[in-house]
T-cell receptor, first 114, second 116 residues
Framework: EAQVTQNPRYLITVTGKKLTVTCSQN?????MSWYRQDPGLGLRQIYY???????DKGDVPEGYKVSRKEKRNFPLILESPSPNQTSLYFC?????????????FGPGTRLTVL | GDSVTQMEGPVTLSEEAFLTINCTYT??????LFWYVQYPGEGLQLLLK?????DKGSNKGFEATYRKETTSFHLEKGSVQVSDSAVYFC???????????????FGTGTRLKVLA
């Protein structure tokens, strides 16, 4: 089944404790992206990757890191989480980074930083 | 910069009622437009899309027409069902000549609740 998977689905952590949210897709997509969803703000892009070893900042990259060493994986790293990073996070992928391509979303990771 | 504005919810309708969710956009280039739907506890999934002016996207009884003259992409359905209860996001994809990158911009989402 074609899908985007994320782990963990739920995470409660404390301020400053490094964490990684994994994202994997099995559709051989070139483009991958991370979003955060907050009430009243919709989805905001954190980072994206046009292909392996090519990443760039989205609209809200502060406090996050990413890497794209393999085509299928795009982990999101919070080196020192803070309470304002409490949010619902989505990974997404599309065939390519282009105007015409829709995105396929993972099920989401709900993160709480205490 | 590019932006998407959609009507605030929640929208509450009775089953079989007509649905309209308004969406307008601003864009510097020639964007594609999308509607995504998010069911409770799930990620977003594509509902329909349109890639150029006057295109009509349609799926599962939902329709939206890309209107360049009014910069709009309103979502409509003739007869809603309880199973349509979800959050609907309007979105655009555009190319930024300044940065040489593609941007995906989402609206804030509109919650639809359909009562039996």
């Amino acid at each position: 089944e074609a899908q985007v998977t994320q782990n963990p689905r739920y995470l409660i952590t404390v301020t400053g404790k490094k964490l990684t949210v994994t994202c994997s897709q099995n559709m051989n997509h070139e483009y991958m992206s991370w979003y955060r969803q907050d009430p009243g703000l919709g989805l905001r892009q954190i980072y994206y990757s046009m292909n392996v070893e090519v990443t760039d900042k989205g609209d809200v990259p502060e406090g996050y890191k990413v890497s794209r060493k393999e085509k299928r994986n795009f982990p999101l790293i919070l080196e020192s989480p803070s309470p304002n990073q409490t949010s619902l996070y989505f990974c997404a992928s599309s065939l390519r980074g282009g105007v015409f391509f829709e995105q396929f979303f993972g099920p989401g990771t709900r993160l709480t930083v205490l | 910069g590019d932006s998407v504005t959609q009507m605030e919810g929640p929208v509450t309708l009775s089953e079989e009622a007509f649905l309209t969710i308004n969406c307008t956009y601003t864009a510097t280039g020639y964007p594609s437009l999308f509607w995504y739907v998010q069911y409770p506890g799930e990620g977003l999934q594509l509902l329909l899309k349109a890639t150029k002016a006057d295109d009509k996207g349609s799926n599962k009884g939902f329709e939206a027409t890309y209107r360049k003259e009014t910069t709009s992409f309103h979502l409509e359905k003739g007869s809603v069902q309880v199973s349509d209860s979800a959050v609907y996001f309007c979105a655009l994809s555009d190319f930024s000549g300044t940065s040489g990158t593609y941007k995906y911009i989402f609206g804030t989402g509109t919650r639809l609740k359909v009562l039996a």
